[in-house]
């Protein structure tokens, strides 16, 4: 049997295995992006990082309802200018491993977006990650603009005009037609997509007090309860553009990982299964996606990617 070949280019970018460590997951300073890298990561993704610094939501703002998590972190981030040296330090840490930076960004406004990405590029990352998708600050921040063409295509243009670096728009799957706003996102020259963003907001409500266990009341649902939601979004939006996508939802396993790659996605993102398998997650997921691979006879990941779609 013959090694299968894990590694991908992402918009040009070698990665050794198409597992990406999702936003918003140990992805808060450069020590956890590298040991998240160590684990044996393809790429790594830090947390969305905004303009200015946001302490976020109170606690509680993560709970396992058992079939997957729900949160309602509030984008906490210590904001763009503290953000810079964390990604300069994370950037000089993986270079050595040869494994690429993805630095996610949202704002409130379109040139927000714009002021964050000229920021965030000094640190030099290999990708910029543009969240236009948080389920958790509408109260604040009003409609996402993942939630509609224009607003997501306004914001995908200031970006890309404000940098050079390759441009991940991250979607929601809180919409009525994902493949229209992929669609509107290409359009104004995003260079791929990650998709999906966490779902809902939902909620779990505590039977004994009655009460939201959140103390935001609601929140972003993620876990294996969302795959096949992840997995049928990434399916359309591959059928829709031309430019890669890396599909984020639920997936714990090889088998999952080999699914996603199956609907389309040239890389895959992981996030909540860091919470169920560590952060060896990586590794474990990249040997099972090898074996899966070897067992069924695909040498490579190409080979494999959008077999879903048939001929
Ligand atoms: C948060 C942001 C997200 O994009 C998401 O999917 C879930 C939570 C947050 O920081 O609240």
Not at 95 to 105: E, N, T
Not at 171 to 187: F, M, Q, W, Y
């Amino acid at each position: 049997m013959t090694v299968p070949d894990l590694c991908v280019s992402l918009c040009g970018v070698r990665l050794s295995n198409p597992l990406v460590l999702a936003s918003g997951i140990l992805g808060t300073s450069a020590e956890l992006l590298h040991r998240v890298a160590r684990c044996g990561a393809g790429a790594v993704t830090s947390k969305s990082c905004g303009p200015t610094p946001r302490e976020g939501h109170p606690n509680p703002t993560v709970l396992d309802w058992g079939h997957g998590l729900i949160n309602a972190v509030g984008l906490s981030n210590p904001g763009a200018d503290e953000e810079v040296p964390i990604l300069r330090d994370a950037k000089a840490r993986l270079i050595p491993l040869g494994v690429p930076l993805i630095a996610s960004i949202f704002a409130e406004t379109v040139e927000g977006f714009a002021e964050v990405a000229r920021k965030v590029a000094e640190a030099k990352p290999d990708f910029i990650e543009v969240n236009i998708s948080c389920p958790n600050v509408e109260a604040e921040f009003g409609r996402p603009f993942a939630a509609d063409p224009r607003d997501a295509a306004a914001v995908t243009a200031a970006v890309r005009r404000a940098v050079s670096l390759p441009v991940i728009v991250k979607l929601s799957p809180n919409v009525a037609d994902i493949a229209a706003i992929a669609r509107a996102v290409e359009a104004e020259g995003a260079d791929a997509i990650a998709a999906i963003n966490s779902l809902g907001p939902g909620m779990v409500i505590d039977l004994d007090s009655g009460r939201p266990i959140l103390a935001n009341r609601a929140g972003g649902v993620s876990g294996p309860a969302i795959r096949p939601i992840a997995v049928r979004c990434v399916y359309d939006i591959s059928r829709a553009v031309r430019i890669p996508v890396i599909g984020i939802g639920g997936v714990t396993g090889g088998r999952d990982a080999a699914e996603m790659i199956m609907a389309g996605a040239t890389a895959v993102g992981v996030g909540t299964a860091v919470y169920y398998r560590g952060p060896e997650v990586f590794g474990h997921i990249r040997d099972e996606l090898a074996a899966f691979m070897g067992t069924h006879g695909y040498s490579s990941v190409l080979q494999m990617r959008g077999v879903a779609h048939g001929a």
